[in-house]
């Protein structure tokens, strides 16, 4: 048995040699040879019953040696095994922060996006609500309702792109300030962002452009109430020295009528080419909101007032970052585009 157990001990030792180079895996199955349930070294453990009673002390010990000697070889090299994989793994994974990294284009928004997202930051902040109505709209809420009757003068102003008699694509956003009275009381404070269309097409014009309204109706609003929301906003968007100026103006649904200039935020009025030497920049209509407009929605003109006001987002950001010809917002050159970056 003592031969038997050199034996076993000097194969241990070879296997080991060789699997040193090999996988945790070979390893583990060469323990199992050995140490496993019915591997040789248990069996020797069961063999004990078959040694003389005498010789049974010293065998003992020497089977015991012989495993606490296996299990300190398969340790050791397991540990061994463990440290070399990690050294592979250091080695192949190694990241090479030298290396030049690949970039991937990202988008940017659409200046007049911009324009539109920074709009409605700043109004929401004032206790706006967004409302967006339909592009195909009627008659009746493009112009009727609105104080333009049927063949009225004022429809010149606003070349129309009618789709029926009753149909047409809506040539203002005000259409939406009826939309929203009609289906709600006052206190009213909307926003009213979208698309608009007119047969119109030249450096300063285009058929389809963005216009972005606001209405807000309750007891004893005036133009004071106006005026002090617009200066917030020029502040907002342009410059904190941004002043506003009232001109008198004429829309049917809105009387009084204005037009909302700003002082030039690039020469702060002195007069530049910008503002075309006056100092101030036209962004804007507005006005109290017409009695008989409001009448149409079922709203009492003697309780309740309102304003509106209109504006172009195209012309926004024309103003606000200098680009003479609006052709250019609807190329969508990247060149041109990429310079604005949210
Ligand atoms: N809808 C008008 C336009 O397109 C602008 C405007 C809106 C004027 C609201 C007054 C009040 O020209």
Request: proline content about 4%.
């Given at each position: 048995?003592?031969?038997?157990?050199?034996?076993?001990?000097?194969?241990?030792?070879?296997?080991?040699?060789?699997?040193?180079?090999?996988?945790?895996?070979?390893?583990?199955?060469?323990?199992?040879?050995?140490?496993?349930?019915?591997?040789?070294?248990?069996?020797?453990?069961?063999?004990?019953?078959?040694?003389?009673?005498?010789?049974?002390?010293?065998?003992?010990?020497?089977?015991?040696?012989?495993?606490?000697?296996?299990?300190?070889?398969?340790?050791?090299?397991?540990?061994?095994?463990?440290?070399?994989?990690?050294?592979?793994?250091?080695?192949?994974?190694?990241?090479?922060?030298?290396?030049?990294?690949?970039?991937?284009?990202?988008?940017?928004l659409?200046?007049v996006n911009i324009v539109k997202k920074e709009i409605i930051e700043c109004f929401e902040g004032m206790g706006f609500d967004i409302y967006e109505g339909?592009?195909?709209?009627?008659?009746?809420?493009?112009?009727?309702?609105?104080?333009?009757?049927?063949?009225?003068?004022?429809?010149?102003?606003?070349?129309?792109?009618?789709?029926?008699?009753?149909?047409?694509?809506?040539?203002?956003t005000?259409?939406g300030q009826?939309?929203v009275?009609?289906?709600k009381?006052?206190p009213i404070k909307i926003l009213s962002p979208g698309?608009?269309?007119?047969?119109?097409?030249?450096?300063?014009?285009?058929?389809?452009?963005h216009q972005m309204e606001g209405l807000v109706v309750d007891?004893?609003i005036?133009?004071?109430d106006l005026?002090g929301i617009l200066d917030e906003f020029a502040r907002r968007m342009f410059?904190?020295?941004?002043?506003?100026?009232?001109?008198?103006?004429?829309?049917?649904?809105?009387?009084?009528?204005?037009?909302?200039?700003?002082?030039?935020?690039?020469?702060?009025?002195?007069?530049?080419?910008?503002?075309?030497?006056?100092?101030?920049?036209?962004?804007l209509?507005a006005?109290?909101?017409?009695?008989?407009?409001?009448?149409?929605?079922?709203?009492?003109?003697?309780?309740?007032?309102g304003f509106a006001f209109g504006m172009?987002l195209?012309?926004i950001a024309?103003?606000k970052?200098?680009?003479?010809?609006?052709?250019?917002?609807?190329?969508?050159?990247?060149?041109?585009?990429?310079?604005?970056?949210d």
């Amino acid at each position: 048995m003592q031969e038997h157990i050199e034996r076993i001990r000097a194969d241990i030792a070879a296997g080991i040699e060789k699997v040193k180079d090999g996988t945790r895996q070979e390893l583990f199955e060469l323990k199992m040879k050995y140490l496993g349930k019915t591997g040789e070294i248990s069996a020797l453990s069961k063999g004990m019953r078959d040694v003389p009673a005498e010789q049974r002390p010293a065998m003992g010990k020497l089977v015991s040696e012989v495993r606490a000697w296996a299990e300190e070889q398969f340790d050791q090299t397991e540990a061994l095994l463990k440290k070399k994989e990690l050294e592979a793994r250091y080695k192949s994974e190694r990241i090479d922060v030298t290396m030049p990294a690949r970039f991937a284009e990202t988008g940017t928004l659409h200046p007049v996006n911009i324009v539109k997202k920074e709009i409605i930051e700043c109004f929401e902040g004032m206790g706006f609500d967004i409302y967006e109505g339909p592009e195909i709209e009627k008659d009746y809420y493009n112009f009727q309702a609105l104080n333009i009757p049927a063949d009225h003068p004022a429809r010149d102003m606003q070349d129309t792109f009618f789709i029926t008699g009753e149909y047409l694509l809506r040539s203002q956003t005000s259409s939406g300030q009826i939309r929203v009275m009609e289906n709600k009381k006052p206190p009213i404070k909307i926003l009213s962002p979208g698309r608009v269309y007119r047969s119109d097409s030249d450096a300063t014009h285009s058929p389809m452009f963005h216009q972005m309204e606001g209405l807000v109706v309750d007891k004893g609003i005036t133009l004071c109430d106006l005026k002090g929301i617009l200066d917030e906003f020029a502040r907002r968007m342009f410059t904190k020295e941004t002043k506003t100026r009232l001109r008198p103006s004429y829309f049917p649904f809105t009387e009084p009528s204005v037009e909302v200039d700003l002082s030039c935020h690039n020469c702060g009025g002195k007069g530049c080419r910008i503002c075309k030497g006056t100092g101030w920049i036209e962004i804007l209509g507005a006005g109290m909101v017409n009695r008989r407009v409001l009448e149409n929605c079922g709203i009492d003109p003697d309780e309740y007032t309102g304003f509106a006001f209109g504006m172009g987002l195209e012309r926004i950001a024309m103003i606000k970052y200098g680009i003479n010809d609006m052709r250019y917002l609807f190329e969508n050159d990247v060149r041109l585009l990429k310079q604005f970056k949210d």
